[in-house]
């Protein structure tokens, strides 16, 4: 392998795995920094690093069918809807069958990562070692740093973010229990499913700032996400057909007890779930509008019902983090807003990849391994960016495309939509295949 961009990876989760992946199939020299005593990331569970949001009745809300790697197809005989432990196992397979395990350094930390002056990086492990690359790839992940809201008052019972969730009895036996969750994304829909059971929690509310619509993950016998509108469609004939067909299916969130959205079908990341509209319609979910105050152990609510609760569960999203970067100017802004060239790049900083720092639509598992095409024919020499201030222009373009349709909020920050994502990715690596080859004409 040549060291003419010896490269740095941050995190062995699917991000970082195929990232590596890609690098070695372009011999591109690396090294990959985990700091788990194995790959997976969030989907590794009871992770000693801490940082999984795994719960033990966890599974993924995208189909077999649209998280498969291009290279290494799932398992046959999966279900349509895998359990995170068929995941991480999918995961770890994927690392053997192409032999990435010896090119990871495991139960090793990034503590610091610092620009060079004339450019690079200089990497410090939780080893104290400290090393030099040329170029630095983040696949930290994004769903490790709990957001949680603060509310007037005090509260004297258990309370905790979703991300230390993992059964009904761990961290806290919540049996008999009254239990408010926090939010209506998707972590909210399963836990509160689970815990609404007759058998677990004595009264479950949700609270909310507002209605969502929650979709199911089947329709006419198929996984939701199979039906797909491709990207060529034209997007406001499209989304007008996907709403109407939402609309037929679910039909009014109210008949569930729920409170009327104020926005349409696909106006925000969807809220995804097979059973939380079930047990809605069954009374053992209630809901409730946020929380005003804590009251001991009282909770008030912005409608100034008053119930005694036993514990609080926050799934409220999470903070875009890097807790290796002290410059201000490669992390994101207070309201969680990141733009990057193509969600990969900071115009200027052409030396630093962020991998799989988005909300794609409908898949996150190999949405990095996307991304790695153009990074790794940059890193090859065959790509080259456009100029800083034409990275600018198309990244405004391509946030105002992708983030236009949705209300404004911390968790719509860095959502795209996979398919049209994928093929803008490659006319925009066809054409910096073009500006490479002009550059290297004028050298010549």
Known sequence: MTDRKRACIIGAGCSGFTTAKRLRDEGIAFDCFEMSDDVGGNWYYQNPNNRSACYQSLHIDTS???LAFEDYPVPADWPDFPSHAQLWQYFKDYVAHFGLRETITFNTAVTQAARRAGGG??????????????????CNGHHWDPRIPAYPGTFDNPHFHAHDYRTPYDPV???????????????????ASELSQRHVAGNLWVAARRGVWVLPKMAGGKPMDKSAIPPWFPRKLGKALARRKIKQLVGRMEDYGLPTPDHEPLDAHPSVSGEFLTRASCGDIRFKPNIKALEGRYVRFEDDSVEPVDAIIYATGYKISFPFFDDAALLPDKDNRFPLFKRMVIPGVHDLFFMGLAQPLPTLVNFAE???????????????LPDVEEMRRITARDEEVELG?????ARHTIQVDFGRYVADLHKEIAAG??????????AA
């Open 121 to 138: 990086w200089r990497v410090t492990l939780s080893t104290g070692e400290t090393r030099e690359y040329d170029v630095l790839f983040v």
């Open 173 to 191: 036996d919540l049996r008999g229990k009254n239990v408010v969750v926090v939010g209506m994304g998707n972590s909210a829909m399963d836990i």
């Open 64 to 66: 077999k069918w649209r």
């Open 433 to 442: 295949e073009k500006r490479a080859s002009a550059i290297q004409k004028v």
């Open 370 to 384: 996307q991304q790695s095409k153009l990074a790794a024919a940059y890193l090859a020499g065959r790509y080259a």
């Open 405 to 409: 349709d949705y209300y404004q909020s």
